[in-house]
């Protein structure tokens, strides 16, 4: 045998005997994705499946190994997320049956995908939170360029998850939404509170119906004037507790930097001293400036809250 010959042998052999991620024993690639966060996690296990049965087990037994009632797309880099289309939310969502496991969803960094991936929740029975602000805890929600959130894509499928269920406790929505004033936008939003409305959900302190608060009988700001248009009240955005506005019971807070709804106990807040915004205590630290005016309804903002 030539020497040529033992060599195209040895390279035959090697290449037999090569080791692909594929042929992995399933207990290492679980081992692998423990370390991964749930939206990579995710992805991985759709990167390795295939038509072929046993490789679609595999995937299976990876997406077993935790469990899918949270979503949240800001356990991931910024870039990565900025990668999500609506192809991998689609395949993402019906790897985990999120019709019957997805009870909070939060899309941050999503921002170049259109909505349509979110078809398959039209049917959902879980889901109880969906933020599509974009934007991660302490984010200001402003973005740019604008995200490709589209409101005919994505209001139908919110429509079609009020009108078959009450799982929905809590939704954030884009201000890129919040800032069109739509004519779509603007009744669904009525739709929406008439919603929650019929949900009659009641305050934790003092177990009563929450809108059934005098002048603030409202779920959601209605007026496209007000900075809170669009914006979801009585709910807290982290505990999705529910806390009326009465004397005696209010500790919840609308952020002015983030635009976030938070109580005392998951998110302690500052009032600025110099206008009447109130921050989260982990967003960014208030100056003040002395060309405040005091006594103008609604009072001009220092310098650190006009922003």
């Known amino acids: 045998m030539s020497s040529s010959d033992n060599i195209k042998r040895q390279r035959t052999t090697s290449s037999n005997n090569e080791i692909h991620i594929a042929n992995l024993p399933d207990g290492i690639l679980v081992g692998i994705s423990s370390y991964l966060a749930k939206p990579s996690l995710a992805l991985f296990a759709i990167a390795i499946s295939s038509n072929n049965s046993q490789r679609t087990q595999t995937s299976k037994i990876i997406l077993s190994s935790t469990d899918w009632e949270v979503l949240d797309f800001d356990d991931i880099e910024k870039s990565l997320a900025k990668q999500i289309s609506d192809d991998h939310i689609d395949k993402m969502l019906k790897s985990i049956d999120a019709v019957n496991n997805l009870k909070i969803l939060k899309l941050a960094g999503c921002v170049n995908m259109t909505g349509s991936g979110l078809d398959v929740l039209r049917s959902s029975v879980a889901i109880e939170q969906i933020d599509m602000s974009l934007v991660g805890k302490n984010e200001v929600p402003l973005i740019e360029p604008e995200p490709l959130l589209s409101e005919s894509l994505v209001i139908p499928i919110?429509?079609?998850?009020?009108?078959?269920?009450?799982?929905?406790?809590?939704?954030?929505?884009?201000?890129?939404?919040?800032?069109?004033?739509?004519?779509?936008?603007?009744?669904?939003?009525?739709?929406?509170?008439?919603?929650?409305?019929?949900?009659?959900?009641?305050?934790?302190?003092?177990?009563?119906?929450?809108?059934?608060?005098?002048?603030?009988?409202?779920?959601?700001?209605?007026?496209?004037?007000?900075?809170?248009?669009?914006?979801?009240?009585?709910?807290?955005?982290?505990?999705?507790?529910?806390?009326?506005?009465?004397?005696?019971?209010?500790?919840?807070?609308?952020?002015?930097?983030?635009?976030?709804?938070?109580?005392?106990?998951?998110?302690?807040?500052?009032?600025?001293?110099?206008?009447?915004?109130?921050?989260?205590?982990?967003?960014?630290?208030?100056k003040h400036y002395p060309s405040v005016i005091i006594g103008v309804d609604p009072p001009i903002l220092c310098g650190q809250c006009a922003l």
Request: net charge neutral; with cysteine; glycine share 4%.
């Open 158 to 286: 919110l429509d079609d998850i009020i009108s078959r269920g009450n799982s929905l406790t809590q939704l954030e929505l884009p201000k890129k939404w919040r800032n069109a004033h739509s004519i779509r936008f603007t009744l669904f939003l009525g739709r929406y509170n008439n919603y929650l409305a019929r949900q009659r959900h009641r305050c934790l302190k003092c177990d009563r119906i929450c809108e059934e608060v005098g002048d603030h009988d409202e779920w959601i700001t209605l007026t496209p004037q007000t900075r809170w248009y669009g914006t979801q009240h009585f709910t807290c955005t982290q505990c999705l507790k529910h806390i009326c506005w009465r004397d005696e019971c209010g500790d919840d807070t609308w952020c002015k930097k983030c635009e976030k709804l938070l109580c005392q106990e998951c998110s302690p807040s500052t009032k600025c001293s110099q206008c009447y915004y109130s921050f989260c205590n982990a967003c960014d630290e208030m």
